[in-house]
């Protein structure tokens, strides 16, 4: 269970840890919006939030503008600082408690049908191969850290939004965004030891490239035109994700099931994958 931090605690941190987590020597990186899931983690929430009486129609219109906008554009750095303004403005005022309760009570709903199954191959095939896996996202912490248990990961990285009397302020605390990224990558690398030459890092954003500068194994996914010229300049992996599959059942069972199966059975599932998609990375032996 991750834990969840008050939002009237100022010992408040943006990073959420499983207490089990055991440092490993590498660790694999992953931007989450259009990396892992095919949308915003912050606006597939939208809907919700209308229902639970947070945004107005208007809001909610605005809300599917601008995920439309993403979906079409490339998430540059004016975009992204468009996208920050949209949804700092939309949430000043709200309720911090009532936000995470309604991301909890629809997280398989809003998540599950939005999550590429590539990326959930991927997840998986590092967590056989003994690695950490961490979610550094610049969307909010209310958002991410439930997505970040849903899939099982080792930690997560994320935005805070600045909490006063309960409510969010529109001030941002820590904005997970570029070089906040390489910076936390460095810094989990010297708490827990992890060798970044052997990391992974994996992004669809040109604004993600200090974060896959960091490490040895850097890989796109869907990415923008800038950061795919780099990564075909550089000879990084490059990956193009179709459309998410809705009918998932890969999550926690599944995560379990894994660990069943046996080491001969799991790398023998990832061998078969590596052949029918001769763009994935094996992750080297922890």
């Known amino acids: 269970m991750f834990p969840t931090p ?18 490993h020597r590498i660790a694999a990186f992953f931007d ?27 809001g909610m219109l605005r809300s599917a503008i ?12 004016d975009h992204v600082a468009k996208l920050r303004k949209h949804v700092t403005d939309m949430c000043t005022g709200w309720h911090a408690g009532t936000v995470r309760a309604i991301v909890s009570e629809t997280l398989d709903e809003a998540v599950r049908p939005v999550i590429f199954a590539e990326a959930a191959d991927l997840i998986a095939g590092h967590q056989a191969a003994g690695h950490d896996v961490v979610l550094i996202s610049a969307s909010g912490m209310e958002m991410v850290e439930p997505i970040g248990e849903l899939l099982g990961v080792d930690a997560v990285r994320a935005t805070v939004m600045e909490v ?9 605390e820590f904005y997970c965004y570029g070089e906040e990224k390489a910076h936390i990558v460095r810094e989990l690398a010297a708490e827990y030891g992890y060798d970044l030459e052997s990391c992974y890092a994996y992004s669809d954003s040109s604004t993600d490239l200090p974060m896959l500068s960091a490490v040895g194994h850097p890989a796109v996914v869907n990415p923008d035109k800038s950061l795919r010229a780099a990564a ?11 459309n998410p599959a809705p009918h998932l059942e890969w999550l926690r069972p599944a995560k379990a099931a894994w660990c069943a199966a046996g080491v001969g059975a799991v790398a ?16 080297a032996a922890a």
Not at 68 to 76: E, I, R, Y
């Open 6 to 23: 008050s939002p009237d605690d100022p010992e408040r941190s943006n990073v959420s840890c499983v207490a089990t987590t055991s440092p």
């Open 32 to 58: 989450l919006d259009k990396t892992v899931i095919a949308r915003s983690s912050t606006l597939i929430f939208t809907r919700h939030f209308y229902d639970g009486g947070l945004l107005t129609k208007r």
């Open 66 to 77: 601008v995920q439309l906008q993403l979906l079409l554009t490339s998430a540059g750095p």
């Open 164 to 172: 006063v009397d309960g409510h969010y302020s529109g001030e941002i």
């Open 232 to 242: 075909q300049d550089q000879g990084w992996e490059i990956f193009d994700f179709p």
């Open 268 to 283: 023998a599932a990832l061998i078969a994958y590596g052949a029918a998609h001769r763009h994935l990375p094996r992750p």
